[in-house]
């Protein structure tokens, strides 16, 4: 079943297109990711990141700024 084998790999390559796309738009849309506070280098919680995408400080950190902003 030559036929059938390269009809299969043919949808398996349109699938695998069809992933790669998904993946960099998903990609595009994220906001970037700062895994490590900006001022302090400390890690930023994965729960911080949630609660503030894109956010550059730790939650220290950026109770400080707005300290300093007042
Ligand atoms: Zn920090």
Do not use: Y
């Not at 994965?46 to 894109?54: H, I, Q, S, T, Y």
């Not at 956010?55 to 109770?63: H, K, L, M, S, V």
Request: aromatic content about 4%.
């Amino acid at each position: 079943m030559v036929d059938f084998a390269d009809r299969a790999s043919a949808q398996e390559a349109r699938d695998r297109e069809d992933a790669i796309k998904r993946a960099r738009g998903t990609h595009r849309k994220t906001k970037p990711m700062h895994l490590s506070c900006a001022s302090c280098a400390d890690p930023i919680p994965e729960a911080r990141r949630e609660a503030v995408p894109g956010t550059p400080w730790c939650a220290f950190c950026a109770n400080e700024k707005e300290k300093n902003n007042d």
